[in-house]
């Protein structure tokens, strides 16, 4: 699956993955798959294991039953150059399953992204909508985020600088708002809040909604976020998602998605 969308690709294959990124996926895909491994599989693994590791490489997912795929440089640290922002996250893998089977919201929408990482959720919704606008307040993270745009050659997208604490850097209107894995500083949940709020409020008369997945790690965090979204007036519905299934998140993190709309 990994490999037999992407060898012999004219733009993703020049490009190498982490080496301890493959073997994780070898090891993994060799523990889920029922019934013989095939020799190669147990090749390419030797190889991988064979190489000095890399910290940061190429990762390719495939979406919506293999029809599309897309590849991002991430970085294999949790935090690098002070930002969570250049791996991507367990609520966004989530967040790009559930896209995938609800693609009816972002057709012919302008969607913006918040917090956007290396881009895989934009990117994907690319494939859905009419325009896409990938946002981040910070710079190494708009760049890998760009990078992603253009070797997947996304044309429907952009990137844009924009920080929760200064609202008012992307002006576009936009109809629909994502945002994957935001919820983890208390002391910046007023401003995520306010952005979000901000960009549902623009006066265009369109119905504007926000979907926002988080991974619950710490309880009061989270519960700290609804307050927030109650405190500043916007209507909040929970989505089912348990029953999202895919090979790219484990399954082991409690995920919530919430829908956002301003209270008329
Ligand atoms: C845990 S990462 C999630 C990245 C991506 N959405 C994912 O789920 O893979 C959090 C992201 O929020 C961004 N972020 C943090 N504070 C921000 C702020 N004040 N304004 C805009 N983005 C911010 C970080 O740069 C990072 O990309």
Same mark, same amino acid.
């Given at each position: ?5 992407? &060898?012999?690709?004219? @733009?993703?294959?020049?490009? =190498? ?12 895909? !060799? ?5 013989? *491994?095939?020799?190669?599989? $147990? ?8 190489? =000095? +590791? ?6 390719? $997912? ?6 599309? $795929? ?31 089977? #609800?693609? %009816? ?27 896409? @606008?990938?946002?981040?307040? %910070?710079? +190494?993270? /708009? ?7 253009? &070797?997947?050659?996304? #044309?429907?997208?952009?990137? +844009? ?21 935001? *919820? ?15 960009? /549902?409020? +623009? =006066? ?6 926000? $979907?926002?997945?988080?991974? &619950? ?11 927030? &979204? ?31 709309? /301003?209270? !008329?």
């Amino acid at each position: 699956m990994l490999y037999d969308k992407t &060898i012999g690709h004219p @733009t993703i294959s020049k490009y =190498p993955m982490a080496s301890s990124y493959v073997q994780k996926f070898i090891k993994s895909w !060799i523990n889920q798959v029922e019934g013989e *491994v095939l020799e190669e599989v $147990y090749d390419s693994l030797s190889v991988a294991l064979s190489q =000095p +590791s890399s910290q940061i490489g190429y990762k390719i $997912y495939t979406f919506d039953g293999g029809a599309h $795929y897309l590849a991002t440089r991430e970085t294999v640290a949790m935090c690098s150059k002070g930002t969570t922002g250049l791996q991507t996250w367990q609520a966004c893998l989530a967040m790009c399953q559930w896209a995938t089977e #609800n693609c %009816h919201i972002f057709q012919n929408k302008k969607v913006l992204e918040l917090g956007c990482g290396v881009g895989l959720l934009g990117g994907v919704i690319s494939h859905m909508c009419d325009q896409v @606008t990938l946002t981040d307040h %910070h710079q +190494s993270v /708009l760049r890998a985020a760009q990078h992603t745009l253009d &070797i997947n050659n996304i #044309n429907n997208g952009n990137v +844009s600088p924009l920080d929760w604490t200064r609202i008012g850097d992307v002006e576009d209107e936009v109809d629909v708002v994502v945002a994957a894995d935001v *919820v983890f500083d208390r002391t910046i949940l007023p401003h995520l809040v306010k952005t979000i709020k901000n960009k /549902l409020g +623009s =006066p265009t008369g369109r119905d504007k909604v926000a $979907y926002v997945c988080s991974t &619950i790690r710490n309880k009061d965090t989270y519960n700290t976020f609804i307050e927030e &979204i109650n405190d500043q007036g916007l209507a909040i519905d929970n989505l089912d998602v348990s029953g999202l299934k895919s090979v790219y998140f484990s399954g082991t993190d409690v995920i919530r998605l919430i829908k956002l709309r /301003l209270t !008329i």
